[in-house]
């Protein structure tokens, strides 16, 4: 089910009460961009620490956002079936007042997202706003202050159009006289009417505005004590929190799914995560440790079905896959498990029946759909393989938790130095291939990319330089370690070998050779400045 801004309002009642009711939530994300390109080397890498990789993410989050984001609601209706609705929220920044926020376009995403179908008409005309807690603040105090300015070019066009009727009216006007503000055209939001509203009222102390919906507010003159009276009505639409309400948009179900604390699933979230911390809560800390601590108190659980999958498969005889629908059609292939009884039910609701109908990879609501299912399913499947028949055709949500204890809150890291971030507790280290030096001889200028480019036909390694002319690699296959170690064994000018950090580390190198020196000069003082010989 596609929902904008034109239906989020009357959506959000009933969204409130399935989100409370359900067993756990589906999470996907479509972005402006992935990866930024600036600064230089912001690519993922086996070199990322957690702390590194954060640092890069953040980079990418701050200069790109959100165009669609999907939630699948999972309520479990018994022992074994499960009803889902899945919803695609298009979502655009909020330009109420002096809001306004600059973002960034990957032409590749946006290539990616127009090959399969994504409607940019509705991200632009019908997107939710949303803000964090710091921007909600700073409209706060405008509030409080009373000073309300128009950033948006669009709105003021329409403001001042507005403004300048009013004022030719309100001349001739007598006291309780009205007039009805047609044709607001732009105006993509009710939300963004507000600020017609709040500038009359600012500009002009004799007038009241009320909106009558569709693009419509009606102005009426009235003296300073009646007006007086309206303001400190509770059917005031412009009060401050409806101001706030209305303006803080999407931002209004993320403080309800916060609050009701479901377990969060996704695939590869890591991005999802820093998105919904600095889209809907506040800016991305500088620190890592101040990040993750947010993270699990705004989610205590989180499930990552690639952390999940990536183990299922080192001990299945599965296909290899390469993306989540891949990993869905695997898990409910027939030969997995022909006609058992015990397999959890998935029913799509009434307004999400289309996913049921046909495939939609990567529009937001069916991949949410997707993360769900393919949770279930795997978490079925450990359960199958340590329970009995009994346990299995009784299966609960709550027994699928405990199967999956060891998966939770662990999100996986996209080619990094650890396999994944643990939320919870400590980053566990990964098991990789050992590290690889790179001597270059008779090679002058060589640099990284070509080294990679001479690489490439055989294998893929991340490389970094270690000298003027040494390069240390490293790859997470082992067969890709032994492929180039065999291969380049007797290449004239590049002399490739495992690593040894004391043999190799040019800090361990220039501390040898100084420790070389002072001892030699040491020995030379103990031989030259002996101590004289004992006359008889």
């Given at each position: 089910?596609?929902?904008?801004a034109?239906?989020?309002?009357?959506?959000?009642?009933?969204?409130?009460d399935?989100?409370?009711?359900?067993?756990?939530?589906?999470?996907?994300?479509?972005?402006?961009?992935?990866?930024?390109v600036?600064?230089?080397?912001?690519?993922?890498?086996?070199?990322?620490?957690p702390?590194?990789?954060?640092?890069k993410?953040?980079?990418?989050?701050?200069?790109?956002t959100?165009t669609?984001?999907?939630?699948?609601?999972?309520?479990?209706?018994?022992?074994?079936?499960?009803v889902?609705?899945?919803?695609?929220?298009?979502?655009?920044?909020?330009t109420?007042?002096?809001?306004?926020?600059?973002?960034?376009?990957?032409?590749?995403?946006?290539?990616?997202?127009?090959?399969?179908?994504?409607?940019?008409?509705?991200?632009l005309?019908?997107?939710?706003?949303?803000?964090?807690?710091?921007?909600?603040?700073?409209?706060?105090?405008?509030?409080l202050?009373?000073?309300?300015?128009?950033?948006?070019?669009?709105?003021?066009?329409?403001?001042?159009?507005?403004?300048?009727?009013?004022?030719?009216?309100i001349?001739?006007?007598?006291?309780?006289?009205?007039?009805?503000?047609?044709?607001?055209?732009?105006?993509?939001?009710?939300?963004?009417?507000?600020?017609?509203?709040?500038v009359?009222?600012?500009?002009?102390?004799?007038?009241?505005?009320?909106?009558?919906?569709?693009?419509?507010?009606?102005?009426?003159?009235?003296s300073?004590?009646?007006?007086?009276?309206?303001?400190?009505?509770?059917?005031d639409?412009?009060?401050?929190?409806?101001?706030?309400?209305?303006?803080?948009?999407f931002?209004n179900?993320?403080?309800?799914?916060?609050?009701?604390?479901?377990?969060l699933?996704g695939?590869?979230?890591?991005?999802?995560?820093?998105?919904?911390?600095?889209?809907?809560?506040?800016?991305?800390?500088?620190?890592?440790e101040?990040?993750?601590?947010?993270?699990?108190?705004?989610?205590?659980?989180?499930?990552?079905?690639?952390?999940?999958?990536?183990?299922?498969?080192?001990?299945?005889q599965?296909?290899?896959?390469?993306?989540?629908?891949?990993?869905?059609?695997?898990?409910?292939?027939?030969d997995?498990?022909?006609?058992?009884?015990?397999?959890?039910?998935?029913?799509?609701?009434?307004?999400?029946?289309?996913?049921?109908?046909?495939?939609?990879?990567?529009?937001?609501?069916?991949?949410?759909?997707?993360c769900?299912?393919?949770?279930?399913?795997?978490?079925?499947?450990?359960l199958?393989?340590?329970?009995?028949?009994?346990?299995?055709?009784n299966?609960?949500?709550?027994?699928?938790?405990?199967?999956?204890?060891?998966?939770?809150?662990?999100?996986?890291?996209?080619?990094?130095?650890?396999?994944?971030?643990?939320f919870?507790?400590?980053?566990a280290?990964?098991?990789y291939?050992?590290p690889?030096?790179?001597?270059?001889?008779?090679?002058?200028?060589?640099?990284?990319?070509?080294?990679?480019?001479?690489?490439?036909?055989?294998?893929?390694?991340?490389?970094?330089?270690?000298?003027?002319?040494?390069?240390?690699?490293?790859?997470n296959?082992?067969?890709?370690?032994?492929?180039?170690?065999?291969?380049?064994?007797n290449?004239?000018?590049?002399?490739?070998?495992?690593?040894?950090?004391?043999?190799?580390s040019?800090?361990?190198n220039?501390?040898?050779k100084v420790?070389?020196?002072?001892?030699?000069w040491?020995?030379?003082?103990?031989?030259?400045?002996?101590?004289?010989?004992?006359?008889?």
């Amino acid at each position: 089910m596609d929902v904008g801004a034109a239906d989020f309002a009357r959506c959000l009642p009933s969204l409130r009460d399935r989100v409370r009711r359900a067993a756990f939530l589906g999470l996907d994300m479509e972005f402006t961009g992935l990866h930024s390109v600036f600064p230089q080397n912001n690519q993922p890498s086996l070199f990322d620490s957690p702390a590194e990789r954060y640092q890069k993410v953040r980079q990418s989050v701050q200069r790109f956002t959100i165009t669609q984001l999907g939630l699948a609601i999972f309520s479990e209706e018994n022992s074994n079936k499960y009803v889902v609705h899945s919803y695609n929220f298009f979502l655009f920044p909020s330009t109420l007042g002096v809001m306004d926020a600059e973002f960034t376009l990957s032409a590749s995403s946006i290539q990616f997202l127009s090959h399969y179908g994504f409607d940019y008409n509705k991200f632009l005309k019908d997107g939710i706003p949303y803000m964090n807690e710091l921007q909600e603040k700073i409209l706060s105090q405008r509030l409080l202050q009373g000073s309300w300015e128009v950033c948006s070019a669009l709105n003021m066009n329409v403001v001042k159009k507005a403004i300048d009727e009013v004022t030719c009216w309100i001349a001739a006007a007598k006291e309780g006289d009205s007039m009805i503000l047609q044709d607001l055209s732009g105006m993509k939001q009710d939300s963004q009417m507000l600020d017609v509203q709040l500038v009359l009222r600012q500009a002009l102390p004799n007038v009241w505005t009320e909106p009558l919906g569709d693009n419509e507010v009606m102005v009426k003159k009235v003296s300073p004590q009646h007006r007086c009276l309206l303001e400190s009505s509770s059917h005031d639409s412009c009060q401050k929190e409806l101001i706030l309400t209305s303006a803080r948009g999407f931002t209004n179900l993320f403080q309800i799914i916060v609050k009701a604390k479901k377990p969060l699933v996704g695939h590869n979230m890591l991005m999802d995560l820093c998105h919904l911390h600095d889209k809907f809560y506040n800016p991305l800390p500088e620190s890592y440790e101040e990040f993750k601590k947010n993270i699990h108190h705004l989610f205590p659980v989180l499930i990552d079905t690639k952390t999940v999958t990536k183990s299922i498969w080192k001990n299945y005889q599965f296909p290899r896959v390469s993306n989540l629908l891949e990993v869905y059609e695997v898990l409910c292939s027939s030969d997995l498990n022909p006609m058992d009884p015990s397999c959890p039910v998935i029913a799509l609701a009434s307004d999400s029946v289309r996913y049921a109908e046909k495939a939609a990879p990567h529009e937001a609501a069916y991949d949410a759909f997707l993360c769900g299912s393919v949770l279930l399913k795997s978490a079925h499947l450990l359960l199958c393989s340590l329970t009995d028949d009994a346990a299995k055709a009784n299966s609960s949500f709550s027994q699928y938790l405990t199967m999956l204890a060891e998966y939770l809150n662990k999100v996986n890291v996209i080619r990094g130095g650890v396999s994944s971030i643990n939320f919870s507790g400590e980053d566990a280290s990964c098991r990789y291939p050992p590290p690889l030096v790179v001597r270059v001889r008779g090679w002058p200028r060589l640099d990284e990319r070509q080294i990679y480019q001479e690489l490439q036909p055989l294998c893929r390694f991340d490389i970094r330089r270690l000298s003027e002319n040494q390069f240390i690699l490293l790859s997470n296959r082992f067969k890709h370690v032994i492929r180039v170690l065999r291969d380049y064994k007797n290449h004239p000018k590049l002399q490739i070998s495992v690593y040894r950090h004391w043999r190799h580390s040019p800090h361990v190198n220039c501390l040898l050779k100084v420790s070389g020196i002072v001892a030699l000069w040491s020995l030379l003082a103990f031989v030259l400045g002996g101590s004289p010989s004992r006359s008889p």
